[in-house]
């Protein structure tokens, strides 16, 4: 299966702990998006990269998180100190293009409880 | 700041009933729109999308979506749900000019009954 894979699948962590998610995008994919979804919402943007360069970061995007895609390629998503309010649904997509002109892909996303 | 509004958490319609989900949205310029279904343990998919041209768009599965620009709505149809259709459906605005993501709605869960 070439889509969009995101590692791991779930994620429990103690308050204050940090953690790391993993998303592997189709490979010819210049674009990759980073969204969060909490119960009952729909998905937020967070950030997006074209190749390594991360172009733009939403305001819901503090400090606390850090993106990464080194090699343009796959893509982490680290939050340090996590919080209660960090749980959530964190979806990962791609697109070849600009993801208003051409299809993105989704993720299965990893699901984040923080207790 | 650029919005999307579906007014129903949840629907419930009869297998083989026709179905209509609303989407309302502000955006401050042309707005590109798209309907994403989401399924349990699922990723989202995208059923149809619209960009300019004609106002009635065709997407996967039966969808279609409408597009009126004096109501600022772009509702999605389908003339006969099946069962495998039960799943959450979100409505998201985006455009180019602006943050290169998308703004998605609340969703609408969609409940099939037998």
């Known amino acids: 299966d070439t889509g969009v894979s995101q590692d791991p699948r779930h994620k429990i962590t103690k308050r204050g702990q940090n953690v790391t998610f993993r998303c592997d995008p189709i490979s010819e994919h210049n674009r990759l998006y980073w969204y969060r979804q909490t119960l009952g919402q729909g998905p937020e943007f967070l950030t997006y990269f074209q190749n390594e360069a991360q172009l733009e970061k939403s305001r819901l995007l503090s400090d606390r998180f850090s993106a990464e895609r080194p090699k343009g390629s796959f893509s982490t998503l680290e939050i340090q100190r996590t919080e209660q309010g960090d749980s959530a649904m964190y979806l990962c997509?791609?697109?070849?293009?600009?993801?208003?002109?051409?299809?993105?892909?989704f993720g299965q996303g990893t699901r984040l409880t923080v207790v | 700041a650029q919005s999307v509004t579906q007014p129903d958490i949840h629907i419930t319609v009869s297998e083989g009933a026709s179905l209509e989900l609303r989407c309302n949205y502000s955006?401050?310029?042309?707005?590109?729109l798209f309907w994403y279904v989401q399924s349990p343990g699922q990723g989202l998919q995208l059923l149809l999308k619209y960009f300019s041209g004609d106002t009635l768009v065709q997407g996967i599965k039966g969808f279609e979506a409408e597009f009126k620009r004096s109501q600022s709505s772009f509702n999605l149809r389908k003339p006969s749900v099946h069962w495998s259709d039960a799943a959450e459906y979100f409505c998201a605005v985006g455009g180019f000019g602006g943050a290169d993501g998308l703004t998605f709605g609340k969703g609408t869960h969609l409940i099939i009954q037998p």
């Open positions: 997509a791609s697109s070849l293009g600009a993801i208003v002109n051409t299809e993105a892909f």
């Open positions: 955006y401050g310029a042309t707005p590109y």
